[in-house]
């Protein structure tokens, strides 16, 4: 094999690959043919297969056709020394030789790598939508998935479709949240995917205008963007019935306003951050809602913000984490959020003013 290439362009592509890469000794695939360049990488868990085009793509030729699995780190290291158009080349003995100017590199290859295999079969169910609907998924609901749990299907987000509407679902048995968008297909499916790896495929460098491809094939979910393939292995199991955590009634209902009340659960969090479980308390009492904090030995703060449309009882006392809180007001965009409180141990339901597409649910905790 061998390719001449511009250096922004190989750092575009590998910058978007390093994202499927587990660690810093994971391998690398490049395999050239007549029309474009390929690259692969990833785990057991992820893989990542990304094309560029000779035709489509200015400051790349294809000299000679070939493959080789190289190291990653070292190759990216390299590439992102390097002053200007890159030359490289596999010699008969397996060694990759990078040529940038009067910088000459040489890198072996690796031979006894079985991870970068593209999974083979015909695609499953498949349905498309805007990247930013799918990014708008991801955000409002992987934070809300659990890190570590002796039930895996907690790490992942549930993906249902069905009736013409694409729901994400994530809980980590403390908060729920999930998320909705409508889309123009009959297609019914449901699966679950580790939370991690779709939050790395939300960090590639995604267009707004682009369109996204979901599809099923064997035990991965595939998306599909270009030329550009993330396959995420599917987590196998059943995920919590969540049809009843959104409460039918609630006691207490009110408005309040997203970024003045983020800045305030922020404020906050300095003295709960010194608790064991992060409490911060919120109060409603003469028609205000109080934000409040203390840590002994430390200091407390409090402060008293305005609510709108408080409708149920006047007198309300909770204790949230306050992480937990964080969380979900840093994906909000809305200006305006509402709140339903329905008991001291009852969870505390959010949701937009303008409609019920993002809801998430946080379980009080107890203070001492």
Known sequence: ???????????????????ALKNSQSPMKIIVDHQQVTFIAGNEDVLM?????????????????GSVIISAKYFFDIIKKLPSNIHISLSEQGTINIQSGEIHTKIYSLTDVQTLTIPDGSVGAKL?????????????????????DNRPVLTGVQIVARNGELTFISTDAHRYSISSVNIESPLEMEFIV?????????????????????????SYLVLKRDKCHFYIRLIEGRYPATTDFIPKQNLTSFYVHTPTFLQGVERAALF????????????????????????KQIGMIEEWQTIEKLTGETEVEVFLDSHFLLDYLRVVKDEYIRCFYNGSMKPVLFELVNGSRFQHLISPVRSF
């Open 49 to 65: 297969e990304i094309s560029i085009s000779a035709q489509m793509e200015d400051g790349l030729t294809i000299k000679r056709t």
């Open 1 to 19: 094999m061998e390719i001449i290439i511009r250096k922004d362009t190989l750092q575009r592509i590998l910058k978007d690959v390093s994202k």
């Open 272 to 295: 709960s951050d010194a608790k064991k479980n992060h409490h911060i308390k919120l109060r409603i009492q003469a028609g205000r809602l109080q934000i409040s904090s203390h840590a």
């Open 128 to 148: 498309t939508l805007d990247a930013v609907q799918l990014l708008t998924l991801i955000k409002q609901t992987v934070f809300a998935a659990a890190v570590q």
């Open 194 to 218: 580790p939370h991690d790896s779709l939050l790395e495929w939300s960090k590639l460098n995604i267009q707004k205008d682009e369109k996204v491809s979901l599809c099923l094939l064997n």
